[in-house]
């Protein structure tokens, strides 16, 4: 039987490794229990940049690859009510974000008044049909005809409430959202 001869150092060696072991783990865990512990500061909490809101007068809406921006009424108001027979302009951005297909704006409805279309109403993909002009809203560009919509009331509105009108693409469908009113840049009285 063969005779196995261990050297003193060996133990101490062993020691060492141990030690070391100990160490990385220790070193391992702290830092694992730190990590938790700074995320945990966050869990279950809601970003407050997530739900923020653009800031602009009108609504929005989706309706497949046509998004709805800016939906407004643009109305001064010098009394209670905007009478029936009055004309008020529609204003909005309808952006398609397809990247291939072409949709139009066939028509828009609203149980206030006729809403009576002019100029070019079609969407290109990958870019947006701009109707009417507002303070801070772009201007339509490269448009032969710019787009324009204007609501001759058949009810009494007034600002604070909203109205819902329905907007009809050729291939994104309907859509129906509360417009509001919007005095736009008219100074406060």
């Not at 701009?130 to 009494?156: D, H």
């Not at 994104?172 to 509360?178: H, M």
């Given at each position: ?19 070391s072991k100990n160490r990385l783990c220790a070193t391992t ?161």
């Amino acid at each position: 039987m063969p005779i196995l001869i261990v050297p003193d150092e060996l133990p101490k060696q062993e020691a060492a490794v141990n030690r070391s072991k100990n160490r990385l783990c220790a070193t391992t865990a702290g830092l694992v229990a730190g990590a938790m512990i700074v995320t945990g500061c966050s869990a279950g909490q809601i970003s407050q940049t997530a739900s923020q809101e653009a800031a602009v007068n009108g609504n929005s809406a989706n309706a497949k690859n046509i998004a709805l921006r800016n939906v407004h009424l643009l109305a001064t108001q010098s009394s209670d009510y905007l009478q029936p027979g009055r004309a008020v302009p529609l204003l909005f951005v309808a952006a398609n974000t397809s990247p291939d297909v072409n949709d139009k704006l066939l028509g828009i409805t609203s149980d206030v008044g006729a809403v009576a279309m002019t100029g070019d109403t079609a969407v290109p993909a990958g870019a947006a049909l701009v109707v009417g002009s507002a303070s801070g809203q772009a201007e339509a560009m490269g448009s032969a005809t710019p787009a324009a919509a204007e609501v001759t009331l058949n009810k009494p509105i007034t600002n604070g409430l909203t109205y819902n009108f329905t907007f009809m693409f050729e291939h994104a469908g309907k859509v129906t959202t509360a417009v509001p009113i919007s005095a736009g840049d008219t100074p406060r009285q």
